[in-house]
């Protein structure tokens, strides 16, 4: 089943000469990984913004076409209802930390409460997240002294105990050092296990080459490549549209150049050994 379905969508901000969406037409599967990719300017976060319905409702400007979540009409939903139903983590954790908490627990609890949900109950969905994105430590921290990528795993947490089954999440590593990349990635895979359905925009290739079920590479506006990560990365017209690809399909390219029989082009470390592998074996 579909759990988002763009048709055709077309958004201008009320600025702009051009439109910053062109034709978007996007499914994504529910439990699906979607990963956004393309140059800086290309409108992977205006797509993440029309897919919250904050495009246009937030944002003004004129919009063509649809798009469904679950069925339901962004557009036509208000955003409140929306927000129950999608969550959004940014590049920017310092900016999604509420200010209005003292400790890492109580930043867990507020949108919950907010929402009217039963004290015992907002206990143990806290304990629940906590214990599996692994920020039990620093509970009683206040999150405003944390570094960035342990204000990001709670910003991850944060929309992880509110429960929604569409998660976008843009850019999350981007200000990240690799470590924190990484322990990132453990909370996407712990996401992807649960269930939810993904949008995320990233810039590592490595790890989308690993995670993702689906890539889209967007160019002014427009979807110009989709595929499995192996058809995306593998087609040379990918590098393009000013994305990197993984490591590991470069160098399985520059193999291929130099006469190595490689059976196809992998995207993952181990998909290049295997295939090196496969190639001293035949020879
Ligand atoms: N609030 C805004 N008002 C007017 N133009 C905007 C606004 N936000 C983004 N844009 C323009 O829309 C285009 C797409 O931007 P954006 O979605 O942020 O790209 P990306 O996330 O891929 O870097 C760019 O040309 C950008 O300048
Ligand atoms: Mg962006």
């Known amino acids: 089943m579909d759990c988002i379905k763009i048709t055709d969508l077309s958004y201008r901000y009320p600025t702009a000469e051009e439109d910053a969406l062109k034709q978007i037409s996007l499914s994504v599967k529910k439990g699906e990984l979607c990963a956004i990719i393309g140059a800086n300017g290309s409108g992977k976060t205006t797509l993440c913004n029309a897919i919250r319905g904050f495009v246009p409702k937030f944002y003004k400007g004129d919009i063509s076409g649809n798009v469904l979540v679950n069925g339901k009409d962004v557009q036509k939903e208000d955003i409140g209802s929306t927000a129950l139903e999608v969550g959004f983590v940014f590049q920017n954790p310092f900016t999604q930390i509420s200010g209005i908490a003292d400790t890492v627990y109580e930043e867990l609890s507020f949108g919950l409460e907010n929402m009217g949900v039963a004290p015992v109950e907002i206990n143990r969905r806290i304990e629940e997240i906590m214990e599996l994105t692994k920020i039990n430590d620093f509970r009683d921290r206040n999150p405003y002294q944390l570094s960035g990528g342990q204000q990001q795993r709670v910003a ?28 990132v990635f453990e909370i996407i895979r712990l996401m992807k296990g649960m269930g939810k359905t993904i949008v995320l925009v990233e810039h590592k290739m490595e790890h989308i080459a690993e995670y993702a079920d689906h890539v889209v590479v967007l160019d002014k506006g427009r979807i110009v490549m989709e595929g499995m990560p192996k058809e995306v990365f593998a087609n040379p017209k990918c590098m393009e549209y000013h994305t990197r ?35 001293m074996g035949t020879n």
Do not use: F, N, Y
């Open 156 to 183: 991850l947490a944060a929309i992880l105990v509110m429960g929604q089954e569409v998660l976008i999440i843009d850019e999350p590593t981007s200000q990240l050092d690799p470590q924190s990349t990484d322990d």
């Open 245 to 279: 690809i993984p490591q590991s399909t470069r160098i399985a390219i520059d193999l291929i150049r130099e006469g190595v029989p490689l059976l196809d082009i992998p995207v993952t470390v181990d998909g290049v050994i295997d295939r090196i592998d496969k190639a």
